[in-house]
């Protein structure tokens, strides 16, 4: 045995390199239901090189393994046997397991695959004919052609033959009639008859006792019915009688009597003239039965199931599809003008590469002032051939997207057979180019978008005919360039994402409130699959939904500077949208310091920067947390030197500044003491001393040599403790404390409000007698009016979209609030579900623009249009006069 | 090999203090006078920060907070030893040495001699008082006028231990 380390590596480097190469030739050729001379060669030449290689290197098992698949695939080259789909399956099987064995190398082989090379052998033997019995191998002829008919519909009914010779062509010509014959080779004493007819309604028929007839069911663990086809996705009966039963014309003892005078009727008559003659059927009912027969007939010369293999016609061997064989073998060609180069010896250049840039800066400010002849140039030069040196090195990490692309076929080939699905998967844009690293971290999200999409976007077949698609479902997966990013989709024409049922998922969950589901676009409700713990699948499949799965996904795009979004149309199927970019190595990034200690903030999580002038005016208390005051939202805020424990020099500082961060779906600022510039930063992974820390997302070298730490706006939110949810309640309430300020001449205090997202309303405080914050059971309904109970009264309710044209909103939640407008002999509540502000604003309405009664007009109000409510008029609109207070 | 047959080794010493310690002059990839070091908050004790070395980043190990002295301020003769990574030792056959996965260096107050001693000279680490850093000892060697402990690096890298 040949136990030398980097022998066994570059061999299993090169292995696994050919079934990359292999694979995808096969799943072409099992697709197209033929075999191609040229690709088998393919496969052939790759099984023999690792056979070689691994005889050499004394690796058992493998030798074993790719002996007996190259004994198969040797005979398919030689024309010997003639390919057949089902082959591709042991064959697939063979490549999975010898990539598990290249797998635990070096240590051990792993298991032998003794089962798979008995399988394989035992195929060849028969001369390539697969067989019911033999596990590998699907059925032969005669099996095959029973499950042929029982797909049809028909039982497939093995009938005893007489001794007698008149008696046998008696039976043989009565089963002729009501069935077809099965050809069963070397079977002398039976013969085997596929009938609509269920058995013994067939004995009935033919006049012989029921217990002399046997069905031909399919082998319990053959391949014929290896994967049989969901109850609901069985064919419709073909057969006029049956469909007569269907469709209520006839029950089935009626069905009985008319197959019963059809077999004793002398003249040949039809199922439907025989029953038109005994007065069971009308013309008109025969004639319906036919049509609904035509249809089912035409519907079922769909193509085959795809489980069923069968041989293809030779005209299906389209041209292009021996092209796209072709195409794929001069892939494999130019690929051979490639050398291999160790990842950590690229990493080393690329090292290199950034220390040579360092040198060169530092070069350059040295000379900056020279006066020497001649400086200036060698700079420059030397400048743009780093430049261009350090670019080079980095586009050598870079791999078309195809390596991981190449994949998915299989993978939903796999999916789909599990799942009794027909999927057409359409992969474009393999030749995009990611950072490696990158194009590694998309298998998992990737397999799992896949798996989501044949799953649970993709309805059954039949579903699917019925909804009036094509049985076969489309999933589509491509790769192209945006505006300096890549973006990948993964898309289907399934069912879609009902926003409804994500909601109230959400909710049962507790992962939003009622209230918060209301406000929800159906937009952001799709989106809301990337919660943790969300899944809308109905049931759990083993393929996929168990609740656990997009979060991750997005967590995994995050992690890679990339963003996913979702988008769904009920019935028409969902687009996933990845951004990525490009490469993982490099990100802007915005460069703080606090007490001369720097730290690199990636631009992606930064949505603005505040200066603050003066601390006290936007910083505010709730509880123990400091919150800023911004535009109308409070946001928490966190005081990196606090955070990180930074010790403080020097007096407190009155000046700041706040960097606004983006931390999942919340923000918050991070108060550091100096902004700088935004660098171009190479990505270092975090040290593993400081991995647990959490708020690290790695390390880089700033522009000077010196090392600074990337911060992750998810772990600071994390370390500092935030407590959004009470920021966010405190901020709500904040409407009801909020004291009436004097009035100045022209600004006053507004409350604002909302019931849904996108509409805001504002009412002077000093209109206001109270504001109120009220749970559900404090409502009465009297008719069609709400009354709440309140301190021993009763106060008539107006919702606003029942009086103005606008959208709804939520008192169908546990808790809202009720402005109560200070109006003489008038006690009457408005239901707002959310109190967005309190807040000082000199805007006046404009009346010219909307125009309602109950309306005072409106203005922009924090860049929202919003609109302000004249409450005595909304009242009167709203039918409560000011006698009615009770 | 020294005259009389007896394996010898070879241990580069440093300082802790007034204390001499030797490390294995097999698993040093360098010693670094550059100390700029960026502190990584919120990092265990003994992580004193991460440096740049030509590109590559170093996480620096304070091992007298390991061994339980008290912090030191930086000085002059402050040195980082820098260790050789454990793929490192293994392309240099070096297999029955050990260290870290990634690259680390050990924060010195000062670096000594190199010395070379024969395999009688090194006895094991005698048990410590409290016992708590016995493991981070791989041996002793005694010279004629002081004792030098030698340090196990990859126990004094392995944070998660006592900490």
């Given at each position: ?72 695939l ?31 190398l ?26 019911a019995?033999?596990?590998e ?91 049989p ?17 269907d ?30 003659a005994?007065?069971?059927?009308t ?139 027909r ?10 180019e ?17 798996r ?203 000046r ?13 600022g ?32 700033l ?44 600004r006053?205090?507004l409350v ?95 009346r ?10 409106s ?11 004249d ?16 | ?84 990574t ?78």
């Amino acid at each position: 045995l040949v136990s030398d380390p980097a022998l066994i590596s570059e061999f299993v480097t090169e292995s696994l390199e050919h079934l990359e190469r292999a694979e995808p030739l096969l799943l072409e050729m099992e697709k197209r239901g033929t075999g191609d001379p040229a690709a088998v060669n393919e496969i052939f030449r790759a099984i023999h090189s690792i056979k070689g290689a691994a005889g050499f290197l004394g690796l058992a098992n493998i030798s074993a393994l790719s002996h007996a698949l190259e004994s198969l695939l040797m005979r398919l080259r030689d024309g010997e046997f003639d390919f057949r789909p089902a082959m591709a399956d042991p064959l697939l099987r063979g490549i999975d397991a010898l990539r598990r064995m290249l797998g635990s190398l070096p240590d051990d082989e792993g298991e032998p695959a003794d089962a798979l090379c008995a399988a394989l052998t035992a195929l060849v033997e028969r001369g390539g004919v697969m067989n019911a019995a033999g596990a590998e191998t699907p059925a032969d002829p005669f099996q095959q052609a029973c499950a042929e008919q029982r797909r049809k519909g028909k039982h497939v009914v093995r009938v005893a033959l007489p001794a007698k010779k008149r008696d046998r062509e008696r039976l043989l010509e009565a089963l002729g009639r009501y069935g077809e014959r099965v050809e069963e080779p070397g079977e002398k004493r039976s013969v085997v008859y596929a009938s609509p007819l269920e058995l013994d309604l067939l004995a009935e028929a033919i006049g012989v006792p029921s217990d002399s007839l046997t069905e031909v069911r399919a082998p319990v663990d053959g391949a014929v019915d290896e994967f049989p086809l969901p109850d609901d996705a069985r064919p419709l009966p073909l057969y006029f009688g049956q469909i007569a039963v269907d469709l209520g014309f006839l029950n089935d003892e009626q069905r009985r009597e008319v197959l019963r005078a059809q077999r004793g009727s002398l003249l040949r008559r039809s199922f439907s003239a025989t029953a038109i003659a005994l007065g069971i059927l009308t013309v008109e009912q025969a004639e319906a039965i036919a049509a609904a027969q035509a249809q089912r007939l035409a519907d079922a010369e769909l193509p085959a199931h795809p489980f069923e293999e069968e041989e293809r016609p030779e005209a299906v061997r389209a041209p292009e599809g021996s092209d796209a064989i072709d195409e794929q073998m001069s892939g494999a060609e130019r690929r051979a003008e490639t050398i291999r180069v160790s990842l950590t010896l690229l990493d080393k250049l690329m090292n290199l590469a950034g220390e040579l840039v360092l040198g060169r800066n530092q070069m350059r400010q040295l000379l900056e002032g020279s006066t020497q002849p001649g400086v200036k140039s060698v700079l420059q030069n030397l400048d743009l051939v780093t430049t261009e040196m350090q670019e080079n090195i980095m586009n050598t990490r870079m791999q078309p997207i195809r390596v991981l692309f190449d994949r998915m076929p299989r993978l939903v080939r796999d999916i789909a057979h599990r799942l009794g699905k027909r999927v057409e998967l359409e992969v474009t844009g393999g030749d995009v180019e990611l950072d490696r690293s990158i194009i590694e971290a998309l298998a998992d999200p990737m397999t799992h978008m896949l798996r989501n999409a044949v799953d649970h976007g993709l309805e059954d077949p039949k579903g699917r005919v019925v909804l009036g698609k094509s049985e076969v479902g489309r999933v589509s997966v491509r790769a192209y360039h945006e505006r300096g990013r890549v973006v990948i989709e993964v898309q289907d024409d399934g069912r879609g994402i009902d926003p409804e049922r994500v909601k109230e998922a959400a909710v049962q969950r507790g992962a939003i409130t009622r209230d918060q589901a209301q406000a929800l676009s159906e937009k952001d409700a799709v989106a809301l699959i990337f919660q943790p713990g969300l899944s809308t699948a109905t049931e759990i499949s083993d393929v996929s939904g168990r609740g656990v799965g997009m979060d991750v996904v997005r967590t995994n795009i995050q992690n890679l500077g990339g963003q996913i979004e979702v988008s769904s149309a009920i019935g028409e199927g969902t687009r996933l949208r990845i951004h990525l970019p490009l490469t993982l190595a490099i990100i802007p990034s915005l460069i703080v310091s606090v007490e001369g200690e720097r730290f690199a903030i990636p631009q992606l999580n930064v949505v603005e920067v505040v200066r603050l002038k003066r601390e006290g005016e936007q910083v505010e208390r709730i509880r123990s947390s400091e919150v800023l005051r911004l535009r109308g939202d409070l946001l928490p805020l966190v005081r990196l030197a606090q955070c990180l424990e930074i010790r403080r020099s020097g007096e407190a500082r009155t000046r700041a500044n706040v960097v606004i961060l983006r931390s999942g779906a919340h923000l918050y600022g991070l108060v550091v003491d100096e902004l700088h510039d935004s660098e171009e930063i190479v990505v270092k992974p975090v040290s593993t001393y400081l991995s647990d820390c959490g708020w690290y997302a790695g390390a880089t070298i700033l522009g000077d040599g010196r090392v600074a730490m990337i911060l992750d706006a998810l772990g600071i939110a994390k370390r500092a403790q935030i407590r959004f949810d009470e920021i966010a309640d405190e901020g709500a309430r904040r409407g009801e404390h909020a004291e009436p300020a004097a009035p100045a001449a022209e600004r006053r205090s507004l409350v604002v409000f909302s019931n849904s997202a996108d509409e805001r309303f504002a009412m002077p405080l000093r209109e206001l007698l109270r504001l109120e914050r009220v749970e559900k059971p404090q409502v009465e309904w009297v008719g069609s009016r709400r009354f709440l109970k309140h301190r021993g009264r009763t106060i008539p309710l107006v919702r606003l979209e029942d009086v103005l044209p606008v959208r709804g909103g939520g008192e169908e939640a546990d808790e809202f609030f009720v402005l109560i407008p200070r109006l003489e002999g008038l006690e009457a509540g408005i239901i707002a579900t959310r109190i967005v502000d309190t807040l000082e604003s000199d805007a006046q309405p404009d009346r010219s623009q909307l125009h309602a009664p109950g309306l005072a007009g409106s203005a922009i109000i924090e860049d929202r249009l919003t609109l302000f409510l004249d409450a005595s008029g909304l009242l009167e609109a709203a039918g409560i006069e000011r006698t009615t207070a009770t | 090999m020294n005259a009389t047959g007896t394996p010898e080794r070879r241990y580069c010493t440093f300082y802790l203090g007034d204390e001499c310690y030797g490390i294995d002059i097999l698993t040093v990839r360098e010693i670094n006078r550059q100390v700029q070091i960026t502190p990584a908050r919120g990092a265990p004790a003994a992580v004193r920060g991460l440096m740049n070395l030509r590109g590559q980043i170093v996480t620096v190990i304070d091992p007298a907070v390991r061994l339980g002295y008290p912090a030191r301020e930086q000085k002059k003769s402050t040195r980082l030893v820098i260790l050789k990574t454990n793929s490192d030792l293994a392309s240099l056959g070096l297999n029955d040495l050990s260290t870290n996965d990634e690259l680390a260096g050990f924060w010195v107050d000062r670096i000594s001699d190199v010395i070379t001693v024969s395999e009688d000279q090194i006895a094991p680490a005698p048990p410590d008082q409290s016992g708590k850093n016995d493991h981070l000892l791989a041996a002793v060697v005694q010279l004629k006028d002081q004792v030098i402990r030698i340090v196990d690096p990859s126990a004094l890298l392995r944070l998660g231990d006592t900490e």
